[in-house]
């Protein structure tokens, strides 16, 4: 109540404090506690965490050399007269939901993906499908695309017009024989990762995935959608009870078996 000092509530039967001294900072740890260290006024002060300097163009230069060195398959980095470059990335496409895309709508053409034409535009009619899994689309981008227009992107060559929102980028890791996930932010440049990562894809690879932040765009979904997911966790829920009683039927079945073979040995 008096040194305002905080602790977990399981903690508290551990912490020794002697508060008799006066000052701005009265709680002082007996000899014998050690759960917190020298008090000061500006402990719980934040330190801003210092953000690299940018590479130079001539940094960039010699990283891009590095990264085509490598290449094999003619997908290269090509550096611009203004500083910025272009290249390829590969995003595999792990899509668990199924995505709302215009009906009735024929392939895009040359000819529509030159004049950009958006075939999504030209019907109100709508419907839902599951991409085929771990699906992989290679785009071409610069070093000054981010991460939301690589999603962008990807939904407008699927001509898949839910919300943007509902999916996130994740660079793909492997180290020490396990894969890692990590989620990207918006403001990211995939291009950058992947030139200081190199062209190797079981180095660093990227994987479009839902959006699962814990705090859903309820919002960004239509009635239809939101009924689909019902019935998704309905099956979901029906399939994992299903799983629960056949493990615990087969435990029950070894466990008789086990009791009537006791039964019959003597003692």
Known sequence: ADCRYTCHQECRSLIQLDCRRPGPCQAQLSPESTLLPACRQNATQTVEEEKPEPPTVQEIKQKIEKYNAKVTNCLLMKL???????????????????????AGIRPQSIYDALKEVNLAEMTD?????????DAVKQLHISSTTTVSEVIQGLLKKFMVVDNPQK????KEM??????????LPLTEYPLYLRLLA?????VLSFVLKENETGEVEWDAFSIPELQNFLMILDKEEKDKIQQVHRKYERFKQRLQQ???EARGKPG
Do not use: M, W
């Open 167 to 170: 999916f996130a980028l994740f």
């Open 80 to 102: 611009n007269e203004d500083g910025t470059y272009t290249g390829f990335i590969k995003v595999h496409l792990k899509l668990r939901r199924p995505v709302t895309v215009p």
């Open 198 to 202: 190199g062209p190797d894809t079981d």
């Open 258 to 260: 086990t009791l009537k």
């Open 174 to 183: 492997r180290k020490d024989g396990q894969v890692l996930f990590q989620k």
């Open 125 to 133: 009619k709508r419907t839902s499908f599951y991409l085929p899994l």
